[in-house]
T-cell receptor, first 114, second 116 residues
Framework: NAGVIQTPRHKVTGKGQEATLWCEPISGHSAVFWYRQTIVQGLEFLTYFRNQAPIDDSGMPKERFSAQMPNQSHSTLKIQSTQPQDSAVYLC????????????FGPGTRLTVL | AQKVTQTQTSISVVEKTTVTMDCVYETRDSSYFLFWYKQTASGEIVFLIRQDSYKKENATVGHYSLNFQKPKSSIGLIITATQIEDSAVYFCAMREGHTGYQNFYFGKGTSLTVIP
């Protein structure tokens, strides 16, 4: 079991460019979560999929951020027109989907917007 | 409003001693689940231990145990016989039991340093 895979591990973009982050959840896990981590804000929930369906995107900035899960083996987080304040570590996690199921985190993608 | 609060920003302890990290949570649900995670210096986040709200017994896994005080909405993490490799940031998290919005709420974390 390779665990949750996230690519790329590091991404540098210029202000105004687009960034797409990829996540491959653990096989058999039905729930996928995206988080953003910064020193100031800590770990912030962004969005959650269950069985590929978007369930809760209450943490997603309404403009410029979007997430998809086209199949059970991967999810993407897209940030359009990146801004310096988007610089953070973006973490993907997956779980079995039950309320009591712990989440398994990927290594994260460090996004730096210049 | 912060649903999960960790008031201790950082703690230092001497190796082989016991440390307790505090966490208080806020929920109106009668059923909820509490978790502790550890983030190492490399950034890796790993699950440590879970407490179900309906269970009276405190959960224990290895040298990690919980002090669940439901009336106080408190879930403390106790690490006994601390080791250097326990140095990390520890996050408390809560998941409410109702369906629909099922995101996790994380605390800001407590940084633990274990000194030789």
């Amino acid at each position: 079991n390779a665990g949750v895979i996230q690519t790329p591990r590091h991404k540098v973009t210029g202000k105004g460019q687009e960034a797409t982050l990829w996540c491959e959840p653990i096989s058999g896990h039905s729930a996928v979560f995206w988080y953003r981590q910064t020193i100031v804000q800590g770990l912030e929930f962004l969005t959650y999929f269950r069985n590929q369906a978007p369930i809760d995107d209450s943490g997603m900035p309404k403009e410029r951020f979007s997430a998809q899960m086209p199949n059970q083996s991967h999810s993407t987080l897209k940030i359009q027109s990146t801004q310096p304040q988007d610089s953070a570590v973006y973490l993907c996690a997956s779980s079995l989907g039950y309320n009591y199921a712990e989440q398994f985190f990927g290594p994260g993608t460090r996004l730096t917007v210049l | 409003a912060q649903k999960v609060t960790q008031t201790q920003t950082s703690i230092s302890v001497v190796e082989k001693t016991t440390v307790t990290m505090d966490c208080v949570y806020e929920t109106r649900d009668s059923s909820y689940f509490l978790f502790w995670y550890k983030q190492t210096a490399s950034g890796e986040i790993v699950f440590l231990i879970r407490q179900d709200s309906y269970k009276k017994e405190n959960a224990t896994v290895g040298h990690y145990s919980l002090n669940f005080q439901k009336p106080k909405s408190s879930i403390g993490l106790i690490i006994t016989a601390t080791q250097i490799e326990d140095s990390a940031v520890y996050f408390c998290a809560m998941r409410e039991g109702h369906t629909g919005y099922q995101n996790f709420y994380f605390g800001k974390g407590t940084s633990l340093t274990v000194i030789p």
